[in-house]
């Protein structure tokens, strides 16, 4: 059910191995090297199997492309903290400042996705293991991070395990790319719907950071209460709430999803009947329709605006900024515990 097989080499010479789980349902590939979900195949009505989640062939691919984050891993923050900066205990901490120059994003440049994990093999599970020193990246505390993939059935499992020796601030996600129609397509995803439990949204600013403002998603475009064509929603989007260039990429707000897990999106393909069913703990999804995407992936296909869409499930970005937002503090000797399923079907 398990294999192994090299997967090149990143960009500081470590070699890198690629896991694959397969249970004949459904096969997922893992790396040591960001702790990346690479692949995700699922069956669609035709009994063919479809890689649904975008990404490389080797290892450097995902290390030459540190803006993507393909599949990625996502630590010590997922997503944007306003000026790399907060206040903790009374103390400030600065953090790298890698997004538009202004910002700290996923981590900094040299957070948990680019991370050489150490591996643990389970009869249908990959656990990935890091220790985070203090300071990394500028955040407080010893970290013991794991994060754990399971497969069952057709349901890939995603589950956090953090633990620090001192007070800091903390989220995770998974960053992948979902293209229905298959990683190789060349696609775009507007022939998908989506559908969010959300009933509110966090605003954002040009940066597409959180300006602390929530917004009933009540009538207008960011409203997937009931589910929604992308070609649609996206081909007549108002520009005056797309900063980021006539797409999504904002937070919307699970209000029934925190601390249990609960229903957050359904994608469907209608035309090939796959629909990924993403459920989680935690209290926001990131919704980002690939705006900006400029790449080539697998086997060379080319990846551009619209070619896919991320379901982050996530704490609020910017959280550390807003003490209203749900908190990101993780206390010392806390463990910190979560889990997001994506789970695969037919139509």
């Known amino acids: 059910m398990i294999t192994s097989r090299a997967f090149g080499k990143n960009n500081?010479?470590?070699?890198?191995?690629?896991?694959?789980l397969d249970n004949g349902k459904a096969r997922i590939s893992v790396m040591n090297f960001g702790a990346n979900l690479v692949s995700f195949e699922t069956k669609n009505r035709d009994g063919e199997f479809v890689d649904v989640v975008l990404g490389y062939d080797d290892a450097q691919g995902y290390d030459n492309d540190?803006?993507?984050?393909?599949?990625?891993?996502?630590?010590?923050?997922?997503?944007?903290?306003?000026g790399g900066k907060f206040t903790l205990n009374g103390v400030d901490y600065q953090?790298?400042?890698?997004?538009?120059?202004?910002?700290?994003?996923?981590?900094?440049?040299?957070?948990?996705?680019?991370?050489?994990?150490?591996?643990?093999l389970g009869d249908d599970s990959i656990a990935c293991s890091i220790l985070s020193p203090d300071g990394e990246e500028g955040f407080p505390g010893n970290m013991k991070f794991t994060v754990k993939y399971t497969l069952k059935d057709t349901s890939?499992?995603?589950?956090?395990?953090?633990?620090?020796?001192?007070?800091?601030?903390?989220?995770?996600?998974?960053?992948?790319?979902?293209?229905?129609?298959?990683?190789?397509?060349?696609?775009?995803?507007?022939?998908?719907?989506?559908?969010?439990?959300?009933?509110?949204?966090?605003?954002?600013?040009e940066d597409a950071l959180p300006t602390g403002f929530v917004n009933p998603v009540d009538g207008g475009p960011f409203d997937f209460r009931s589910p929604k064509l992308l070609g649609d929603v996206l081909g007549s989007y108002d520009v005056?709430?797309?900063?980021?260039?006539?797409?999504?990429?904002?937070?919307?707000?699970?209000?029934?999803?925190?601390?249990?897990?609960?229903?957050?999106?359904?994608?469907?393909?209608?035309?090939?009947?796959?629909?990924?069913?993403?459920?989680?703990?935690l209290p926001g999804i990131q919704i980002y329709t690939g705006t900006f995407l400029d790449t080539k992936g697998k086997k060379g296909t080319p990846h551009g605006k619209f070619a896919a869409v991320c379901l982050e499930t996530q704490g609020f970005p910017n959280?550390?900024?807003?003490?209203?937002f749900p908190s990101a503090v993780l206390k010392a000797g806390e463990k910190f515990y979560s889990k997001t399923v994506y789970t695969a079907s037919v139509k």
């Not at 990429?249 to 069913?277: F, K, V």
């Not at 959280?319 to 209203?324: K, N």
Request: net charge negative.
């Open 66 to 82: 540190r803006g993507t984050y393909f599949g990625a891993t996502v630590g010590r923050f997922a997503n944007r903290i306003e």
């Open 240 to 281: 005056r709430l797309a900063p980021t260039a006539g797409g999504i990429d904002n937070n919307m707000i699970l209000w029934s999803c925190q601390r249990e897990l609960s229903h957050a999106a359904t994608l469907y393909n209608p035309d090939n009947g796959i629909e990924i069913e993403c459920k989680t703990d």
């Open 156 to 205: 890939v499992e995603i589950e956090y395990f953090a633990e620090s020796d001192k007070d800091t601030v903390c989220g995770f996600t998974n960053h992948s790319y979902f293209n229905l129609n298959g990683s190789t397509s060349g696609t775009t995803v507007l022939n998908h719907t989506l559908q969010i439990d959300a009933d509110g949204y966090c605003e954002v600013d």
């Open 319 to 324: 959280a550390p900024r807003y003490r209203y």
């Open 12 to 20: 500081a010479g470590n070699e890198v191995t690629l896991y694959t």
């Open 95 to 120: 953090l790298p400042i890698n997004n538009n120059g202004k910002h700290c994003l996923h981590g900094g440049f040299n957070g948990f996705s680019f991370k050489m994990y150490d591996i643990t």
